[in-house]
T-cell receptor, first 112, second 111 residues
Framework: KAGVTQTPRYLIKTRGQQVTLSCSPI?????VSWYQQTPGQGLQFLFE???????NKGNFPGRFSGRQFSNSRSEMNVSTLELGDSALYLC???????????FGSGTRLTVV | GIQVEQSPPDLILQEGANSTLRCNFS?????LQWFHQNPWGQLINLFY???GTKQNGRLSATTVATERYSLLYISSSQTTDSGVYFC?????????????FGKGTLLTVNP
């Protein structure tokens, strides 16, 4: 079966712009979660969605937001980009969000 | 929140050697996974192992939930095993639908 698909793979944006990243989970998986990976902070949890509802949110500013659609696909948005937002953004899908996470290939965002 | 510590942070081996990576966690969990991050950044799931022992080829893992640690064994290492290995844990229910990652072990296998 198809894995977790993230688009785009690479993105270069300018400070102050906004960006939208997309994640299509494994068919049948209803939980989608997002993580940010940076060399300094490691892998940090952003938020998790289940059946279009945000169940959990990490400690990130309000500039980071997300949503999930009825087909379980998810998008995350970062507004007013800062240089420190440069990171690898990883999406994970899971049946229920309790175990067995599968990750996508990630979107590498560079803010200049 | 749950704290996850991995050791060692770095490990350098000669091809053919065996290694043990350790993951300690600070609270009871019902999800524990080991991942290998490939050079392109993707996290490849190695094991889902909240308790017990599993084996997959040259890799095996053991989690002792009552003592809050997990071990990943790599036998007869190959250069393709190089990369970062992450341990991630989670709980379910309430606001716990997430994984908490350790800082990883960077493994370098030299030919």
């Amino acid at each position: 079966k198809a894995g977790v698909t993230q688009t785009p793979r690479y993105l270069i944006k300018t400070r102050g712009q906004q960006v939208t990243l997309s994640c299509s989970p494994i068919s049948g998986h209803r939980s989608v979660s997002w993580y940010q990976q940076t060399p300094g902070q490691g892998l940090q949890f952003l938020f998790e969605y289940f059946s279009e509802t945000q169940r959990n949110k990490g400690n990130f500013p309000g500039r980071f937001s997300g949503r999930q659609f009825s087909n379980s696909r998810s998008e995350m948005n970062v507004s007013t980009l800062e240089l420190g937002d440069s990171a690898l953004y990883l999406c994970a899908s899971s049946l229920w969000g309790s175990y067995g996470y599968t990750f996508g290939s990630g979107t590498r965002l560079t803010v200049v | 929140g749950i704290q996850v510590e991995q050791s060692p942070p770095d490990l350098i081996l000669q091809e053919g050697a065996n290694s043990t990576l350790r993951c300690n966690f600070s609270d009871s969990v019902n999800n524990l996974q080991w991942f290998h991050q490939n050079p392109w950044g993707q996290l490849i799931n190695l094991f889902y192992i909240p308790s017990g022992t599993k084996q997959n080829g040259r890799l095996s893992a053991t989690t002792v939930a009552t003592e809050r640690y997990s071990l990943l064994y790599i036998s007869s290492s190959q250069t393709t095993d190089s990369g970062v290995y992450f341990c991630a844990v989670g709980k379910s229910g309430g606001s716990n639908y997430k994984l908490t990652f350790g800082k990883g072990t960077l493994l370098t296998v030299n030919p």
